[in-house]
């Protein structure tokens, strides 16, 4: 038995069809046996869309209320992604920054995580539970979500391996060739 983190980046994640068949990989490997925490990024375009929602209404933006619009992608994401965990008979709990905590530092926009609480998940893990976390999002010390900068959500992966002491830390992408 091995313990996964597995990521979906957005194209991974584009819409609905593309969330069941990442969720059919994730189940693949709990059928092996293996621990797996998620970490998925928000459907492609979507953090786009967020900005420029952001900056639309207001150009000169408070950098803790962009944190908190552009963050949502990835919350709707990860609560899709453990919806269709549980839809084909996977046990499956959505993760965001501020339940575990992912904790960072106070620099909206462009945070670093310092540390990630996973004794809960770890606990869930022996009950048979898939964790699926929101990437690219954390909690500062004041309380307030911040974001990692783009591309986080591979950062929150791989902090989300190392903080698990994962065998490996496996980053899905769906794009045309390398």
Not at 80 to 106: C, F, H, K, N, Y
Not at 134 to 141: K, R, T, V
């Amino acid at each position: 038995m091995a313990r996964i983190v597995m990521k979906f980046g957005g194209t991974s994640v584009a819409g609905l069809d593309r969330i069941r068949n990442a969720a059919a990989r994730v189940k693949a490997e709990v059928e092996r046996g293996n621990e797996v925490a998620v970490a998925v990024s928000a459907m492609a375009g979507e953090t786009n869309r967020l900005v420029g929602l952001v900056t639309d209404i207001n150009a000169l933006h408070d950098a803790r209320e962009y944190d908190v619009v552009v963050s949502a992608g990835e919350q709707v994401t990860c609560g899709l992604m453990a919806l269709a965990l549980q839809s084909i008979g996977v046990s499956a709990r959505s993760w965001l920054a501020w339940q575990l905590p992912i904790e960072t530092d106070d620099v909206h926009g462009k945070a670093r995580i310092q540390a990630i609480q996973t004794e809960e998940m770890i606990r869930r893990f022996g009950d048979g539970q898939v964790a699926v976390v929101a990437g690219f999002q954390g909690l500062a010390p004041t309380g307030r979500i911040t974001t990692l900068g783009r591309g986080g959500s591979d950062t929150s992966a791989v902090a989300l391996a190392a903080a698990l002491h994962a065998d490996r830390c496996d980053i899905y992408t769906d794009v045309d060739g390398v």
